[in-house]
T-cell receptor, first 112, second 112 residues
Framework: AQTIHQWPVAEIKAVGSPLSLGCTIK??????LYWYWQATGGTLQQLFY??????VESVVQLNLSASRPKDDQFILSTEKLLLSHSGFYLC???????????FGPGTRLTVL | GDSVTQTEGQVALSEEDFLTIHCNYS??????LFWYVQYPGEGPQLLFR?????EKGSSRGFEATYDKGTTSFHLRKASVQESDSAVYYC???????????FGTGTRLQVLP
């Protein structure tokens, strides 16, 4: 069975500080990977997707970047956090191009 | 562009009531449609998907039929339970892309 793990569970950071969030998928070879952002009470906004190691596509610009250093790992980062980065960050994977997605437990980010 | 419209932001029902959440979409290609459910503090979970006209998806007593003519994928359940209280998202992915668009979500509250 596939499992998806996100870290950290929650972060409280200062405006202007750097950020790195991680996601690992076990039990699935060569998954499509995704990052989403969800404002409190809001919908899910797709940020990035990746279909293979080293290749990441940006869907929306939010002063964030993503990388896929290994087949089972997806990293979301920024050099300087903004207040608007607060929210819930979700990693997801799928088997198929545009198929159903399986979400991780999420990371709650608060920027002060 | 590709979009999903959920007309109900919040729905409050009593147990055993009938549920309908409306979902209409606009897609530039051939979409696959999804319903996801999200419980507080968790990532969304897939309920079901449909990718062909008149295809019906169902799970846990919920069902929806893909209607290409009316560009709709309305979620229905004959008899809701308190445990169904959650946020429900309609989503679409467009063929030949890895982009997924979520609706704004419908918060369902079922009172005992």
């Amino acid at each position: 069975a596939q499992t998806i793990h996100q870290w950290p569970v929650a972060e409280i950071k200062a405006v202007g500080s750097p950020l790195s969030l991680g996601c690992t998928i076990k039990g699935k070879s060569s998954p499509n990977l995704y990052w989403y952002w969800q404002a409190t009470g809001g919908t899910l906004q797709q940020l990035f997707y990746s279909i293979t190691v080293g290749q990441v596509e940006s869907v929306v610009q939010l002063n964030l970047s993503a990388s896929r250093p290994k087949d089972d790992q997806f990293i979301l980062s920024t050099e300087k956090l903004l207040l608007s980065h607060s929210g819930f960050y979700l990693c997801a994977w799928s088997s198929d191009w545009g198929g159903e997605q399986y979400f991780g437990p999420g990371t709650r980010l608060t920027v002060l | 562009g590709d979009s999903v419209t959920q007309t109900e932001g919040q729905v409050a029902l009593s147990e055993e009531d009938f549920l309908t959440i409306h979902c209409n979409y606009s897609a530039s290609g051939y979409p696959t449609l999804f319903w996801y459910v999200q419980y507080p503090g968790e990532g969304p979970q897939l309920l079901f998907r449909a990718s062909r006209d008149k295809e019906k998806g169902s799970s846990r007593g919920f069902e929806a039929t893909y209607d290409k003519g009316t560009t709709s994928f309305h979620l229905r359940k004959a008899s809701v339970q308190e445990s169904d209280s959650a946020v429900y998202y309609c989503a679409l992915s467009v063929s030949n892309t890895n982009k997924v668009v979520f609706g704004t979500g419908t918060r369902l509250q079922v009172l005992p």
